[in-house]
């Protein structure tokens, strides 16, 4: 299922940096980075659990905020993009 | 039904606080900012279409983006909140 991850983080801080790049190094792992602070992955129920864990963990919980979006298999058609991109889909390999 | 609405912008510009200042007012009018630039938004589809069209215009293409996730009428369980929390339920009514 795809799992849109949305991380509010004050990004003018050095901490808050270091963070967001902890967080975006995780999800990675699992699909891209659709913007700044919007990852989009394609996890089963297990590595939900997990990611969810490990995010959580890393983030300052009195300053900072993760939403977690369940947007099921058939995503396609539930998301459209206006301006710049910077990402390839999450359930594509990305060949260097 | 539910759009959750992402916007990409480099906040460390004044020109990119203007530009998140300006799409925040407008989606604010129709929901709540859950995050910095992530706003739920309660639309029928002409407001949509509309409000998709005023965002577009008030972007800069060539560095910002939108992205639009349809989240349906039965939006609740699909959503998880992690940390601070600094918004209203988007078709909760706000009384000053």
Redesign the interface.
Same mark, same amino acid.
């Given at each position: 299922m795809l799992v =849109?991850i949305? #991380?509010?983080v004050n &990004? @003018?801080t050095a901490e808050g940096k270091t963070r967001l790049r902890k967080v975006a190094k995780q999800c990675v792992n699992y699909g891209r980075r659709?913007?700044? +602070?919007?990852f989009e992955c394609i996890l089963d129920n297990a590595q939900c659990v997990m990611l %969810?864990a490990i =995010? &959580?963990d890393l *983030?300052? %919980?009195?300053?900072? +905020? =993760? /939403?977690? #979006? #369940?947007?099921g298999n058939r995503y396609q &058609? %539930? *998301? @459209?993009? !206006?301006? !710049?991109? /910077?990402g390839i889909p999450a359930d594509q390999t990305l060949i260097l």
């Open positions: =849109l949305t #991380y509010d &990004t @003018e659709v913007q700044n +602070s919007v %969810k =995010l &959580t *983030i300052d %919980k009195d300053v900072d +905020s =993760l /939403r977690f #979006y #369940y947007l &058609t %539930k *998301i @459209e993009h !206006v301006g !710049v991109d /910077r």
